[in-house]
């Protein structure tokens, strides 16, 4: 019995040929590694741009904490009184806090004031929630980039149903 081949002979590819390959591969390489550097990038600005409130809203303790009765709102913000809790801080004729973190006009809501400003942030699972809102945004958006330019889709997904269950969670909260 003679012995068949299983294998076809190799075939030498030209020197462009392999040239052009490597390229592509390069090209590959580069292109995920830009869009993982704009997924972070995204990420980073969400996670900055929450903390600068979200650190009044979690971090209570040793602030100038209280109640503020919603008054007016104009705008996107909202101003009425605060009535400091216990005796940290003072009693303020007008403070302001965003309108999104106000459930109704005419209500108290737990708030924290930012040291040496008029400017309060809602205290409370609400506010922490409505605190992280910029980043849940961010998720969503690296969501598309991690999809689209790496093609991580699980990965992807798993940042998107997170994204969307934290906007879900302060849209319920408020």
Do not use: N
């Amino acid at each position: 019995m003679s012995r068949s081949r299983t294998h076809s002979p190799s075939v030498k590819r030209s020197r462009a040929r392999r040239a052009g390959e490597s390229a592509y591969g390069a090209l590959l390489v580069v292109r995920t590694g830009l869009m993982g550097a704009l997924a972070l990038l995204l990420l980073t600005a969400g996670v900055w741009t929450s903390w600068r409130t979200a650190q009044y809203a979690m971090l209570v303790k040793g602030r100038e904490h209280g109640t503020m009765t919603v008054a007016a709102c104009h705008d996107d913000r909202c101003t009425g009184p605060y009535v400091p809790a216990g005796g940290t801080g003072e009693r303020r004729a007008k403070v302001s806090i965003v309108q999104a973190a106000v459930p109704d006009r005419g209500k108290p809501v737990e708030v924290t004031v930012k040291p040496g400003t008029e400017r309060a942030v809602r205290t409370g699972a609400a506010g922490v929630l409505h605190a992280w809102v910029p980043f849940a945004g961010s998720l969503l958006l690296a969501a598309l980039v991690v999809a689209g330019g790496m093609r991580l889709r699980r990965t992807a997904w798993a940042m998107g149903f997170f994204g969307a269950v934290l906007l879900g969670a302060a849209f319920a909260a408020l």
